[in-house]
């Protein structure tokens, strides 16, 4: 059976939780269930600054062993990891939302070199870096405008978290994306990741779709994003 696994982005922790609202449609109206991979770069069961790409790509593909076949989401630095760690045959499927398809030997700070305003992270003696110039109130400027809801906003900022700096620089081995099929959703009215720079890895993918919203269109627009996913799916289980 098909399971659906979301790679959430960087610097943020509580993948689950970014993703239940759209995982939460997909299997009210397929019963296909989702579930979210543990970064350990970003804390989630490695010690601050322990992990990477490395380690991060090999959570993924430690889901990956335990199904039968996933459709494999991945929200911004997500889809990095998908491209090292989703070189796998249950990966039947990608999807990027706001995202990278990057060749192998690019890491992710390579891919953000060229972003007229790009996030920048701030190193830690422990190997870490964490968000610079950034406010509850900045951060939903830029990454949660269009989410109405209050309260979600600042559940968003409360899982704000530092990452280890390996994941930002280490050069990706393989890009799993050139053998897959796989869908990107361009967000149209992203304040971070610039659509320029989504439609140049939106060519790449087999064929994207735009959306109406910010960089986290899971939360303020989780139906267009389970839209696309039944879609997905739909194709998944009659090709």
Known sequence: MTEILFVHGALVRDGAWWWRRAGDLIEQRTGVVSRAI???SCGEGALPGGAG????????????DRVDDAVVVGHSYGGTVIAEGADHPAARRLVLISSYLP??????????AGEQDPVTVAPADDGTGHLTGLTPST???RFLQDVPDEH???AAWERVTSQGLAAFATPLTRAAWQERDSTYLVCTEDA???VDLQRFHA????RSFDLPTGHHPFLSRP?????????????????
């Open 139 to 141: 951060f939903a400027e």
């Open 152 to 154: 979600m906003r600042a």
């Open 223 to 239: 139906d267009l994003v389970a839209d696309r996913l039944v879609e997905v799916l739909a194709a998944e289980r009659f090709c």
């Open 103 to 112: 060749d192998a030997g690019q890491a992710q700070g390579e891919l953000l």
């Open 38 to 40: 543990e970064l350990p």
């Open 53 to 64: 790409l490395a380690e991060d790509a090999a959570a993924l593909t430690a889901a990956l």
């Open 192 to 194: 971070s990741t610039s």
């Open 203 to 206: 060519a790449r993918a087999t």
